[in-house]
């Protein structure tokens, strides 16, 4: 039998279902509700091509220290407005597109399902707007961006970091008409924990859910929403931080095994381009309104991405030196993440199921509520006591 990465270290990239030549492996989710290859063995000829494919059974592709750091968003205010943080994703498929190329993202089915597509237009690519914190199904997205990169087309391609190095151990050589780019990733939440959350949503309300926004920035980037929309056109939203969903998945409570130990998770970077939510120490220098619309943090790893960047039109970008923003965000930092918790939150989801786990992981306690609703004013206090101290 063909071995391949073991369950611990598996990104569930699916790098390894494209590039089967007998279209022997297909990506299954576990009772946990994570991708893993499945292979059929009837099917398998042992070519061992999965394996010599797969990143986590090979050395990662090359990380990079980034060339430039920035703080940034778009000018556009309705792409900034759909979009988790910045707005960069979308004014980069902007320039992509008027160069004639495609983009690659992730993107919810009709029955909200997650998995990459490409598009070939700004209309097609609203839909990649928006972080969704859990796994997309990237198999068969490597293989059409193969095709299109061939052809000599510019391509975009987007997604976690453990998905662009599944594109490249999957292309397994570089193209000048490829630009990569990932998100700034601390994990990627359970499926079917998410699906239980909808799915108990659904009964609440009566009615189907028909689009789910992880951070809806109606009350402001930093106060964002998980907001659900139903098919009777109603909505209910939570703060992201401490909803149902959004509190374990930010403790890395609901997340995929290998998250916690994730090796892309550093200062060194993949793709080209990588972008996350600005959190430096001066993110408070900005205004109100711009930290109400969003504000990212964007890193160039390579001169493609650098001139890319530079070259699209309405963006604001400012630079921004390594070592202010270097440990600012958990995700560019090497992890070694304690599982416990992670285990015993899987442990009582498959023994007990969602209702146990969810009193015992995902209602966070009344103190965590009024700490995070009340932490401007907390933080105004706590530095006017630090100045009065130090005088
Ligand atoms: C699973 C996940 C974890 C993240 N963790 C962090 C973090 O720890 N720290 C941080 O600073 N930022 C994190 N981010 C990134 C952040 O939420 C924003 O997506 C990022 O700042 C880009 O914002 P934007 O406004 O430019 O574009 P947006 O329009 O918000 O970004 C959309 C882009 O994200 C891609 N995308 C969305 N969901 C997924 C998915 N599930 N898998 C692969 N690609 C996806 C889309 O294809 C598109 O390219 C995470 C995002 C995701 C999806
Ligand atoms: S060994 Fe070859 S045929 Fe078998 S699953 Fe791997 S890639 Fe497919
Ligand atoms: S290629 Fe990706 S999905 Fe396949 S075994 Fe390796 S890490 Fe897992
Ligand atoms: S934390 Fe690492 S392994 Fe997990 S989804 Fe993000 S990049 Fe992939």
Redesign the pocket.
């Known amino acids: 039998m063909v071995e391949?990465?073991i369950k611990s270290?598996?990104?569930?990239?699916?790098?390894?279902?494209d590039?089967c030549p007998q279209n022997a492996?297909s990506?299954e989710y576990d009772e946990e509700g994570f991708?893993?290859?499945c292979i059929n063995e009837e099917l398998c000829c042992k070519c061992g091509l999965?394996q010599k494919?797969?990143?986590?059974?090979s050395e990662a592709f090359d990380f990079k220290a980034p060339l430039s750091i920035y703080a940034g968003w778009s000018e556009d205010k309705k792409m900034l407005k759909n979009s988790t943080s910045g707005g960069i994703f979308m004014s980069l498929c902007r320039e992509v597109f008027s160069q004639s190329g495609i983009v690659f993202g992730a993107v919810f089915d009709d029955e909200l399902k997650l998995s990459h597509k490409s598009a070939f237009s700004e209309n097609e690519a609203l839909s990649m707007q928006g972080s969704k914190y859990i796994q997309s199904n990237a198999s068969g997205a490597y293989k059409e961006a193969k095709r299109y990169l061939d052809e000599n087309k510019l391509v975009l391609f987007s997604g976690t970091p453990?998905q662009i190095d599944?594109l490249f151990?999957y292309l397994k050589k570089p193209y000048e008409n490829l630009i990569t780019c990932e998100i700034l990733c601390h994990g990627v939440g359970s499926t079917a924990f998410f699906e239980d959350v909808i799915s108990e949503s659904e009964s609440l309300n009566g009615s189907k859910a028909v689009d789910v926004k992880f951070r809806d920035k109606q009350k402001g980037w930093e106060d964002s929403q998980f907001k659900i929309t139903f098919e009777n056109g109603k909505t209910v939203s939570q703060f992201s931080y401490y909803s149902t969903f959004g509190y374990p998945f930010s403790l890395g409570y609901s997340n995929r095994e290998y998250c916690s130990v994730c090796r892309y998770s550093s200062p060194q970077r993949i793709a080209d381009i990588t972008l996350g939510d600005y959190s430096a120490s001066d993110k408070n220098k900005y205004s109100k309104e711009k930290r109400k619309n969003g504000i990212s943090i964007i890193l160039a790893s390579t001169e493609k991405g650098k001139q890319l960047l530079e070259s699209v039109k309405g963006l604001s970008l400012e630079e921004k030196d390594a070592s202010l923003v270097g440990e600012s965000n958990p995700a560019l930092r090497k992890r070694q993440n304690d599982t416990a918790k992670r285990n015993h939150f899987f442990e009582i989801y498959k023994n007990k199921g969602y209702e146990a786990v969810k009193n015992a992981y995902a209602t966070p306690p009344k103190q965590t509520v009024t700490r995070f609703k009340y932490r401007r004013q907390i933080n105004f206090i706590y530095n006017l006591l630090k100045k009065l101290r130090l005088k």
Do not use: D
Not at 10 to 17: I, K
């Open positions: 391949l990465a270290m598996c990104t569930g990239c699916s790098a390894c279902c590039a492996i990506m991708l893993f290859p999965c494919t797969c990143p986590t059974l453990c599944g151990h």
